[in-house]
């Protein structure tokens, strides 16, 4: 009894003296422990630090400044934010942005939850073949090379398919400023969606709640309601934030397709960046990524929000 | 009038037949235990019986109603799993309201009355809005239950529902779930690989191997009169003795002889051994019946102690045979019935026998003992088809 008091009494001052008390076996094994953890952590941190952190205060003050590709840099403010935010174009990519994101939020990050939860009420065969499809292994500039030929509106696969399958007049496809964003998200809803990793974590839910359930007189949505999608939600969380970071920095994709053509039509927020920066407008580029910053932000606190309750707590 | 029955049921699985022409029957309030080793077929069998397999053949028929092609949620059952199939999702509450909010035709109000009720019973009513997650193993079994108890169903399903638990727990929810029975009055089957859980739960147990039903009865039935090897080789702790034996008549009277032993077999027996054509057969021999015999004897069975497992009340002792070859362990039981699995395995490397505290004197380790048995205590087996001579 005397012993462990003393001993529970002696770890903090060991820890705070640091090796006050070398015959001690349990603060030396912990001190070890804790500048092992440190050790391991550097690296990461260093790279967090350069590569994350760096950037990202630079770009603040970069963007109160008047800084152009040379001659003397001048603190000015936020006179490059509000010369952005009176810039007409600023505006037009931001909605392009947001209706990039909603389509393929609604169109390649919605569908497969279905999709998903249908697939495993099917025979093992179908599955795979789904899951073959979601996990093509394609390089991604390579397929949005391939993808910029099947739209082409001469001699796309899709005007074949439009103009002699389903025999419609000849599409526009990228070509139209009304068109061309739901395009760009089309190809994703067959490939590069989320949906494998929804049904790995279908496939993890035990055949017993179900067969509970179905004995308990449950039908499908219900089955789905109570079962599946609490399940799910936890990946859906973390998922639908991925893909509101990532789809509202879209930029390579829309790029490689469109340029941001027609007029425009698909220029998004980093592209106009891209834009500004090529035009050696550093200050403008840097204040654009803030609000960029902001808006992201925003969105995944939002998210956050909606998304708190851990159901499986 | 039957509340449950089962007629011809036929299931592979692959290249295996689980259950193999299965029939039985249960009447409402009747409690009947499917017991059988792993492998046996019995939870297929279950499993047909709720919906969430299709027979290749056969007919389930619950409360006159034949279901075999309805869906499960349409056969209006309580079940009871293993691994509780209790929704994580959820709080107690919403576990136990699920099936009645799942029918749709059940008033607020009277769903709210029977989950409070049923948690009552259970002692959940403290737990109602703790999330599933936070219970123990045993609570969560009881929210099982209660989910079975809030609703009027035809018929009510168990599968192995104590495996999963620890001893202590298991003793609670059995009893709970003996209450639900009696309370409910319907047909309940129950599958366990558990004869001490088959033996205190069950009305009328079947016992079952291969897909097939090889005995049903009352449990002490199926300890004194197994209808064959199988049966007698997993029923009972320690289970039946099996020996090579072959008939022989004695003074108008029957005997078992086992090596050199002479084993006298009860006289109402000599009709029906009469009219039987072969000799040799196979011998059982109840742990209980086996008694020592005064030295000497040279028509008795002559053993080694091997040791001595003291119970309560009682003490299991293991014997060598000087015969050893006649002993039968289960695994060479007849091919149809075997592959029993390891709980069949039985008395593999001598002969077992039970003793009342006090009865097996001071035997010990190593002594050589003569043993005779009580005639009551036999059973006579064909040798061919393992099935018993007598009723």
Redesign the interface.
């Known amino acids: 009894m005397t012993e462990r008091q003393v001993v529970t009494e002696d770890v903090p001052t060991a820890d705070a003296a640091g090796g006050r008390a070398p015959d001690k076996p349990a603060p030396r094994l912990s001190r070890r422990r804790r500048l092992e953890g440190v050790l391991f952590v550097i690296p990461a941190f260093l790279f967090q630090l350069s590569w994350g952190w760096y950037p990202l205060v630079m770009a603040f003050v970069i963007s109160l400044t008047n800084a152009r590709f040379r001659g003397p840099v001048e603190f000015t403010g936020l006179e490059s934010y509000q010369r952005l935010w009176s810039d007409p174009l600023v505006g037009q990519a931001f909605k392009v942005t947001a209706i990039y994101a909603a389509l393929s939020i609604g169109l390649t990050f919605m569908i497969p939850i279905l999709v998903a939860i249908l697939l495993m009420e099917m025979p093992r065969r179908h599955i795979r073949w789904m899951m073959l499809l979601w996990f093509l292994p394609l390089s991604g500039i390579a397929s949005t090379l391939l993808f910029r030929y099947m739209f082409n509106a001469q001699y796309g696969l899709f005007q074949w398919i439009a103009t002699e399958v389903l025999h419609l007049p000849p599409q526009p496809f990228l070509n139209s400023s009304d068109q061309v964003l739901f395009w760009l998200v089309f190809p994703g809803i067959l490939f590069f969606g989320p949906g494998l990793i929804y049904m790995a974590t279908l496939q993890g839910i035990?055949a017993?709640?179900y067969?509970?359930?179905?004995?308990?007189?449950?039908?499908f949505w219900?089955k789905v309601w109570?079962?599946s999608l609490?399940?799910l939600?936890p990946v859906i969380s973390m998922l639908l934030i991925f893909a509101v970071i990532g789809s509202s920095q879209a930029f390579e994709f829309p790029l490689i397709m469109t340029g941001g053509a027609p007029g425009g039509a698909s220029r998004t927020v980093v592209m106009y960046l891209y834009d500004l920066l090529r035009g050696l407008r550093y200050a403008d580029a840097t204040a654009l990524g803030v609000y960029l910053f902001l808006v992201t932000m925003a969105l995944v606190i939002i998210q956050r929000r909606f998304f708190r309750e851990d159901?499986?707590? | 009038m039957p509340g449950l029955e089962v007629r011809g049921l036929v299931k592979r699985l692959g290249d295996h037949q689980a259950v193999d022409d299965l029939s039985f029957s249960v009447r409402d309030g009747e409690f009947l235990v499917l017991l059988g080793p792993s492998g046996c077929g019995k939870t297929t069998a279950l499993r047909i019986i709720?919906?969430?397999e299709q027979p290749d053949a056969g007919e389930v028929i619950i409360a006159d109603r034949p279901v075999t092609s309805l869906?499960?949620?349409?056969?209006?059952?309580?079940?009871v799993?293993q691994?509780?199939?209790?929704?994580?999702?959820?709080d107690v509450f919403g576990n136990l309201a699920?099936?009645l909010q799942?029918?749709g035709n059940v008033a607020r109000e009277e769903i709210d009355r029977r989950v409070r009720a049923a948690a009552g019973k259970l002692d959940l009513t403290d737990l109602l809005k703790a999330?599933i997650?936070?219970l123990s193993g045993g609570e969560q079994q009881r929210v099982?239950l209660g989910?079975a108890l809030v609703k009027d169903a035809d018929a009510y399903l168990f599968d192995e529902p104590l495996s999963n638990l620890d001893p202590k727990l298991r003793h609670r929810v059995r009893r709970d779930i003996t209450a639900l029975h009696r309370e409910k009055g319907k047909p309940t089957v129950y599958v366990t690989h558990d004869q001490t859980e088959a033996f205190s739960m069950g009305d009328v147990v079947a016992v079952m191997a291969n897909g097939r039903v090889q005995q049903v009865g009352p449990p002490d039935e199926l300890v004194e009169r197994p209808a064959n090897t199988f049966v007698a080789g997993f029923v009972g702790s320690p289970p039946m003795n099996l020996l090579r034996a072959r008939l022989r008549a004695v003074d108008g009277a029957y005997a078992a002889v086992v090596g050199e032993a002479v084993l006298p077999l009860p006289e109402a027996w000599t009709p029906a051994l009469a009219g039987y054509d072969k000799e040799e057969v196979t011998l059982g021999v109840r742990p209980d019946a086996v008694t020592l015999a005064g030295p000497g004897g040279a028509d008795t069975l002559a053993a080694e102690v091997i040791d001595i497992e003291p119970l309560i009340g009682e003490a299991v002792v293991r014997l060598r045979l000087k015969a050893q070859d006649a002993v039968v362990s289960a695994e060479r039981a007849p091919v149809e019935l075997g592959s029993a699995g390891p709980e069949a395995a039985g008395p593999a490397e001598g002969l077992a026998a039970v003793f009342r505290s006090g009865e097996e004197g001071g035997l010990a380790p190593g002594d050589v003992v003569r043993l005779g048995a009580r005639p009551d205590g036999l059973r006579v087996f064909d040798r061919d088809s393992g099935q018993a001579l007598l009723p």
């Open positions: 035990p017993s709640y067969e509970a359930a179905e004995i308990e007189g449950a039908g219900r109570t079962i609490p399940r939600r159901p499986d707590r | 709720c919906g969430l869906p499960a949620r349409d056969r209006n059952l309580g079940m799993f691994e509780y199939g209790l929704y994580p999702s959820m699920y099936g799942a029918r999330p997650t936070d099982a989910r």
